[in-house]
């Protein structure tokens, strides 16, 4: 089971969820969220974490942004992947022409087990689940990421998800990340029930947004990786 912590500010947080076992490591460039955090400042936690031996892989999460945009924030930050969390088009992310493409994932926020199938069949790349099982999981982005149905916010919510759906949808995509309300209090149970790729946290971690709690951070990721 694969761990992102998302919404990072600061490299003390950053460096603690690199120490409790993460392997992804997320940086919102949407200034509307109480938790983003300027090409700066990531370009400075970053060179400290590619500095030490085990770094995860790190994700730049958008809203809304030109391809070419995303594209040179993860050249000039050294990011890994870009997380699509707005309603951005999927010749971004199965587009051989995309500048994002072989390194985005599209996060949804569906209102129904229908609209999520729906969404997937446009979101993931044609060629991602033979890729998937041939690949090692560090080469690929995760296949999609689900989150909670909210009708205006986009992720951080706090709320959880249709976790049956979210079941269905995982015996289905490869490479499926869980996120929405996520706590150290329910994902080992989400896990057991859905059994994602990779789950997906950010306010279920926190003391104040976009400042974590080290204790949180911890417990969150042993009971995902099943204690």
Known sequence: MKVKICGLTNLEDAQTAVAAGADYLGFIFYPPSKRAIDVAAACRIVAELRAAPDCPLLVGVFVNETAPNMAAVLAECRLDFAQLSGEEVPALVGDANSPLYGRAYKALRPASLAEAEADAE???PPDYADRFRREPGDSLPPGLLIDTYHPTLRGGTGETGDWGAAAVLARQIPGLM??????????????????????????????????????LVREFIRQAKGG
């Open 178 to 215: 869980l996120a929405g309300g996520l706590t150290v209090n329910n994902v080992a149970q989400a896990v057991a029930q859905v059994r994602p790729f990779a789950v997906d946290v950010a306010s279920g971690v926190e003391s104040a947004p976009g400042r974590k709690d080290p204790a």
């Open 122 to 124: 446009w979101f993931l």
